[in-house]
């Protein structure tokens, strides 16, 4: 050694892939490309641009929390999804990892390190060149395959040209979250299968949905709590953006004590099996979200209620006294692709396929989710690269529901309104049932928490295995 710095043979950016945004899904999927030999040009228009909520100009910011959420890969579906990550070499895992803060039973990062061991990491690859600029339109064509990673704060020009390929209602950029519920927690004693006049409509059956009927008291009060209950503001960049059709419920019930009786939870078309004779004096729907048909929304309930109290909130609604939310509602900034209709099962754009989408952007919700799926789709495009595609993640694994979910598990419904496929974190809901023993070991019925554990426990044995025998067919060219 002469003291030199050894060569780096100067990057061959030919052939490389382009990766527009340098946040949590564009790092890793960067990463993944360069671990598979893969030459990357990673565009981050930070600092020469900003956004509203990021502050610095490192690579994979979190721009609020510094919470991965639980770590806790046997009974949540975040923490398989940890699991899953690690067991296929993610750099943003490795990187929580090595600057995580004591935070229980979450995995929480010092956020600064954390950024700058991605960027370090990214940095120092040889096969990735890192571009602080804004791409302001559609990826020129020379490009080739290109990975859009640019999140919910994607920079104006960029999204109006996603925007200008997808059509109109594709490209949302705000979301409208009503609660999602976990089926199997809704009391079917109480509620009931109905369709409004029992219509059958295309794809239906004419008892498509759940009815939770209330009473004039149960009505009352329901409006009362939303009224006194805590809302969570728009920050000034966030604007408010209400239009009709998609006005938050207690926005709605400010207008009238009437208004929700005549809009989302209108007791019209609608008898309750258990007391035909009697009129419910209002009634909330529910809707079946995932084709799976574990998930269901209620309808027309996007709500800013802070989450503590929305959970308590909704719990007053007859028949959902015991629910369980995979996701709470929400009104937010945030520009995402109605993927279900616009990528393929690989995340490729069906209307230009050289141009892949990774993140937020894709309708996941989360830093992990993000990374997860910039994780996928860094591999999809690395093996598409060198001749030889990847199979599909398999659905039972946290990382395989979050992309059927995302691609095609979600079923659209078309109303006035927001579009009714709303960004989701990773949950159980999203993973196909699993039959699994329901006696503990004394042979007597298991019941509530116990019973709601065994299953999740059943749910993360099997994606663990399923994943284990991916990798392993995988990496035997099976
Ligand atoms: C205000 C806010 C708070 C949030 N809080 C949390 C939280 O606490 N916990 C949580 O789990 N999730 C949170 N999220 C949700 C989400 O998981 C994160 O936003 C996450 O960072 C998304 O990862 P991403 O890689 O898709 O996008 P980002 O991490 O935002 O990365 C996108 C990158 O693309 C760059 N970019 C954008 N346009 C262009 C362009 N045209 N050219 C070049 N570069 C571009 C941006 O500068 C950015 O660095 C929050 C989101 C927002 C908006």
């Known amino acids: ?88 070499g993610s750099l943003i895992m490795r990187a929580a990892d090595a600057n995580q803060v004591p935070a229980g039973g979450a995995l929480a990062v010092d956020r600064d390190a954390f950024s700058q061991t991605v960027t370090q990491a990214l940095e120092a690859h040889p096969l990735i060149a890192i571009r602080r600029e804004e791409v302001v339109g559609l990826p020129p064509e020379e490009w080739g395959r290109t990975i859009i990673a640019t999140g919910p704060l994607t920079s104006p020009t960029l999204a109006e040209a996603v925007r200008r390929v997808t059509g109109e209602r594709q490209l949302a950029f705000f979301d409208a979250i009503a609660p999602i519920v976990h089926a199997e927690t809704i009391d079917m004693e109480i509620a009931w299968y109905q369709s409004r006049y029992d219509k059958v409509g295309p794809g239906g059956n004419g008892a498509d949905y759940i009815n939770c009927p209330m009473n004039r008291d149960q009505y009352e009060a329901f409006v009362e709590a939303l009224l006194s209950s805590e809302k969570t503001d728009f920050k000034a960049w966030e604007g408010t953006p209400y239009f009709d059709g998609c006005l938050p419920i207690e926005i709605m019930a400010e207008r009238g004590r009437e208004t929700l009786r005549h809009g989302p939870m209108k007791p019209v078309g609608l008898t309750n099996p258990r007391d035909p004779t009697v009129k419910s004096y209002a009634i909330v729907q529910l809707r079946q979200d995932n084709a799976l048909g574990t998930l269901y929304n209620i309808v027309g309930f996007q709500t800013k209620l802070k989450y503590a109290e929305q959970a308590k909130v909704l719990r007053m609604i007859p028949g959902l006294q015991n629910a369980e939310f995979a996701r709470l509602g929400g009104l937010h900034r945030n520009t995402y692709l109605n993927s279900p209709s616009l990528l393929d099962e690989t995340l490729q754009l069906k209307a230009m396929p050289r141009l892949r989408f990774a993140g937020q952007i894709t309708g996941c919700e989360g830093y992990v989710e993000s990374a997860a799926i910039g994780l996928a789709v860094g591999q999809f495009t690395a093996s598409e690269y060198s001749g030889n595609p990847l199979r599909p993640f398999p659905t039972t694994t946290a990382l395989g529901a979050l992309i059927n979910h995302i691609t095609g598990g979600h079923i659209e419904t078309i109303d006035a309104g927001p579009p009714s496929f709303q960004p989701m974190n990773v949950n159980f809901g999203l993973f196909p049932p699993v039959t699994f023993d329901k006696n503990n070991l004394d042979g007597k019925r298991l019941k509530g928490p116990e019973k709601s554990a065994a299953r999740k426990r059943a749910l993360t044995s099997r994606a663990a295995v399923d994943l284990d025998t991916w990798v392993r067919e995988q990496q035997a060219g099976i």
């Open 1 to 88: 050694m002469d003291g030199r710095q050894p060569m780096v043979p100067a990057m061959n950016t030919e052939n490389a892939i382009h990766i527009i945004g340098g946040g949590l899904a564009g790092s890793e999927a960067a990463w993944q490309l360069a671990s598979r030999g893969v030459p990357v040009i990673l565009y981050e228009m930070r600092p020469v641009r900003g956004t509203d909520a990021h502050k610095t100009e490192g690579l994979a910011e979190l721009v609020c929390s510094n919470s991965f959420r639980s770590d806790d890969a046997s009974t949540n579906a975040v923490g398989l999804l940890h699991a899953e990550m690690r067991k296929l």
